[in-house]
C-alpha cells in the first residue's frame, strides 16, 4: 500500500492551496483517509478525516478547510482557504484500510503574514 500526495507549498495569510492524496497498490476499501499536521517541536494533530458516513475536522481548521473523497479513485482533496500563519507546518496523509493505518510523506504548507 502506497500514499502519495501532492499540492502544499507557500502561500500568504488569507492564502488557499489543495492538498491531494491517492493511495494504491490495494485492493481493499478505505475505512477512512485525511490528513495530519506536524508544526516544528509540535506534536502530529489531526487536521481533517473522511468515511463513507462523515467527515471530521479539528476545530482551528472548521470553516476554512474542506475535505473530499473519490471512493472509486482511492483519492482525497484537502481544500484549504483562509490560511493563517498556524497553519504552517508539514501535512501527512493517512488512510486506514481494514483495522491497518498508513501513512504518507509529508509535504511543507508554510504560510506568511
Known amino acids: 500500500v502506497q500514499l502519495q500526495a501532492s499540492g502544499g507549498g507557500s502561500v500568504q495569510a488569507g492564502g488557499s492551496l489543495r492538498l491531494s492524496c491517492v493511495l494504491s497498490?490495494?485492493?481493499?476499501?478505505?475505512?477512512?483517509i485525511g490528513w495530519y499536521r506536524q508544526a516544528p517541536g509540535k506534536q502530529r494533530d489531526l487536521v481533517a478525516t473522511?468515511?463513507?458516513?462523515?467527515?471530521n475536522y479539528a476545530d482551528s481548521v472548521k470553516g476554512r478547510f474542506t475535505i473530499s473523497r473519490e471512493s472509486a479513485k482511492n483519492t482525497a482533496s484537502l481544500f484549504m482557504s483562509n490560511l493563517k500563519p498556524e497553519d504552517t507546518a508539514v501535512y501527512y496523509c493517512?488512510?486506514?484500510?481494514?483495522?491497518?493505518?498508513?501513512w504518507g510523506e509529508g509535504t511543507q504548507v508554510t504560510v506568511s503574514s
Open positions: 473522511i468515511t463513507d458516513h462523515n467527515s
Open positions: 497498490n490495494t485492493t481493499f476499501s478505505i475505512n477512512a
Open positions: 493517512w488512510a486506514r484500510v481494514s483495522t491497518t493505518s498508513y
